[in-house]
């Protein structure tokens, strides 16, 4: 054996080695330079299948306990249609709610009236706004601004897309592992916060998501809004006629 | 509520009666189709539901001595009244594509207003089938429908006719009529009405050629949306035709505003005013042709997420204009008309019902301003403010309501304040003002 060849040798070894290192070493530094706006996306999507019904309830539980409840029966059709259907109170059981790209409508089976909804309404005297309720998809409404790692999760930025309402800035808490939200916080256009949730009890079975709960409050206001996505229910499709603002009375057949 | 010779427990119980009559004439009556529906709806359908409503509402009232209609209490109308309103609805989906839906109602009147003293009557207060398919939906019964965006004037509700605006949504009465809707995608519609005039319970048997149709088409664009009708009658020599738009937006993350307007084109009047005639007053058909009417209104609310005392305020504004409206040189005549007619009451109460509310002046104006969760949660406090452009005489309306047991119920306060001067619409008014105090319970 000449000097030549055991050099060789040892310089194979070595660059195998350097090789083996890097692929190890590969998924983590891919996972820091991961895009937010596909973390962002990603979650999105695990969350409510893209075409099913729903049932939604709503609870505040106001300053010394006084509880209010609504129950809905939802339909979702993709990233920006969705209605509901009120089963609960006794008093606005048949109304109807829809979202439908950048507008919301509502018809009441009280004064029988079909009136559209700026996003930012408050939803039945509760927390939340008519957008919070009726827009199951983040990613319709915002675009992703930046992110960064916190930890065990990704912080995502999001700022509403040209020409749509919705609130100034939206902070995303996404856990890495599941890729599932776990916190969001609205801000204003001062920034100052204006309200946040926190997403519990999600469990998912065959086909997708089962339940999810997500407790919203707001710092000013002395009481808290829980949010029940449950029985949920992938579906084929949902018609079209359901989306139709001129036909949604049927649908609560008031 | 406040028009003597048009209360709604005498106006409307004597269609009732008339309705009853007709029903009972028909063979089946409302109980049999009541039986009808739930015994056969169960054994088809999926679900039945049921709700229920009760209302009651006591009110006190100031008379007016100097109203032209009501000169030094003619009417004998009293001062208190109670009223008491129950509602049943029973609401059954009939296989996949069909429901059905009932509301029965009851009135009474222990303490009324009118000089005939306890009244009370169970009706249908609406009834209807429907049939949803892909392509169409029809719905075929008695039902109300809201026609337009407006809040307070109605110039293209050429449906619901004799609606006040004053007395609460619920009690609004729907005509029979068939609604036939063929949606387009997500965003239009086609659709095809024909009913029975409320004001047309006498012709019933006449002639099918006295039902109006009308022919709708809607549309939605993002945020703007409307649509066009128009109503055929025989007798009119060309349709009436309208025009709705809306538009809704947000800026920034507080603040909230909707636009609307409604416009309505009629060739000739059907309503008639006071006028000279041959040296006299007379009652006589408005005259000329071609009538506009119109309201454009705004909506704006502002939410208050930074607020421990105050969730929301919600402001409105609404102009109204019509051609057909009298002016007031005919409010004159027509008080003027009245008091000759003093001497001969079955006479005055007939004539007393010329006058139509908010249709008394070229052009009004309705603002409002209420307070949700005002102090604390649930707690809404509402200004309404009508105003006759024309003379300045005015309604004011302040109220104040509590919801409790899931927002169910419901209490709260009215106040009616007439205010103008003695020959205004508002200032003649047979009532100076009016204070009801009302409970309200859905189960």
């Known amino acids: 054996m000449n000097r030549k060849d055991g050099y060789g040798h040892r310089g194979w070894a070595q660059r195998l080695a350097t090789i083996a290192w890097l692929l190890l070493l590969l998924p983590s530094t891919t996972v820091v330079a991961l895009d937010g706006a596909d973390v962002f996306k990603k979650s999105d999507e695990k969350l409510i299948p893209d075409i099913c019904s729903y049932s939604l309830e709503i609870n505040t539980i106001g300053k010394a306990g006084k509880e209010k409840s609504s129950i809905f029966t939802g339909y979702k059709r993709g990233r920006d249609k969705n209605v509901l259907v009120s089963r609960v109170p006794k008093k606005l059981a048949g109304s109807v709610h829809l979202r439908k790209q950048d507008v919301i409508w509502s018809y009441s089976t009280i004064n029988h009236q079909l009136t559209k909804v700026a996003y930012q309404s408050i939803f039945m005297g509760t927390l939340l706004n008519y957008g919070d309720v009726m827009a199951t998809e983040l990613s319709f409404d915002y675009d992703f601004k930046e992110a960064k790692e916190e930890g065990k999760n990704y912080i995502i930025d999001l700022t509403p897309k040209p020409g749509r309402d919705g609130y100034a800035r939206i902070e995303v808490t996404i856990n890495k592992d599941t890729l599932l939200p776990e916190k969001r916080s609205y801000y204003s256009q001062t920034d100052e916060l204006l309200k946040e949730c926190t997403f519990m009890d999600i469990k998912f079975g065959d086909g997708g998501l089962k339940r999810m709960v997500i407790e919203f409050s707001e710092p000013k206001k002395e009481r808290k809004t829980l949010v029940t996505f449950q029985e949920v229910k992938r579906l084929s499709d949902v018609p079209e006629k359901y989306f139709n603002e001129n036909q949604i009375r049927y649908l609560g057949g008031e | ?443």
């Not at chain 2, 008339?18 to 009808?36: D, E």
């Not at chain 2, 039902?143 to 004053?166: A, C, E, K, M």
């Not at chain 2, 409307?226 to 538009?247: H, S």
């Not at chain 2, 169910?408 to 009616?416: D, F, I, P, Q």
Request: net charge negative; hydrophobic share 40%.
């Open chain 2, 1 to 443: 509520m406040l028009r003597i010779g048009t209360h709604p427990s005498n106006e409307v119980g004597g269609e009732c009666r008339l309705r009853t009559n007709l029903i009972r004439a028909s063979g089946l009556n409302w109980m049999g189709w009541l039986l009808f529906l739930l015994g056969v709806a169960p054994a088809e359908s999926q679900a039945v539901e049921f709700r229920a409503e009760v209302y009651n509402e006591p009110a006190v009232q100031a008379l007016n001595a100097g109203s032209s209609i009501n000169p030094n209490n003619l009417q004998s109308v009293n001062q208190f009244q109670y009223f008491l309103r129950g509602d049943l609805d029973v609401k059954s989906a009939l296989g996949e594509h069909a429901n059905a839906f009932i509301k029965l109602e009851g009135q009474f009147y222990p303490a009324s207003f009118l000089p005939s003293g306890a009244d009370g009557k169970v009706f249908i207060k609406a009834m209807h089938l429907d049939f949803s398919a892909s392509f169409f939906s029809l719905r075929v019964g008695k039902q109300y429908v809201q026609w337009g965006s407006s809040v307070f004037f109605f110039p293209i509700d050429v449906i619901n006719t004799q609606r006040d605006p004053l007395r609460p949504i619920e009690e609004a009465e729907g005509s029979p009529m068939i609604s036939l809707s063929f949606p387009i995608k997500d965003n239009a519609s086609i659709d095809l009405l024909t009913y029975v005039r409320s004001d047309a319970l006498q012709t019933l048997n006449k002639s099918i050629r006295d039902l109006p149709v009308l022919l709708k088409a809607a549309f939605s664009a993002n945020q703007i949306s409307g649509f066009v009708f128009a109503q055929y009658r025989d007798g009119y020599n060309y349709p009436r035709v309208g025009l709705n738009l809306d538009v809704t937006f947000s800026i920034g993350e507080s603040l909230s505003l909707g636009l609307y307007g409604d416009l309505l084109y009629k060739y000739e009047s059907d309503r008639q005013k006071v006028a000279p005639k041959d040296g006299a007053l007379s009652v006589v058909p408005i005259p000329g042709n071609h009538f506009v009417s119109f309201v454009v209104g705004a909506k704006a609310i502002f939410n208050f997420s930074q607020s421990t005392w105050l969730d929301s305020m919600q402001w409105m504004v609404e102009y109204s204009q019509n051609s057909e409206n009298w002016v007031h040189n005919d409010l004159l005549n027509y008080y003027l008309y009245l008091h000759f007619l003093e001497s001969d009451l079955a006479t005055h109460f007939k004539a007393v019902a010329l006058k139509q509310e908010y249709r008394n002046a070229p052009r009004y104006l309705f603002l409002s301003l209420a307070l949700q969760s005002l102090l604390t949660e649930d707690f809404e406090f509402r200004l309404s403010h009508v105003l006759n452009l024309e003379d300045f005489s005015s309604v004011l309306i302040p109220a104040l309501s509590y919801s409790f047991e899931n927002q169910n119920a419901t209490v709260g306060l009215r106040v009616y304040a007439f205010l103008g001067d003695p020959d205004s619409e508002y200032g003649n008014s047979p009532i100076r003002g009016q204070v009801q105090t009302f409970f309200q319970y859905y189960f």
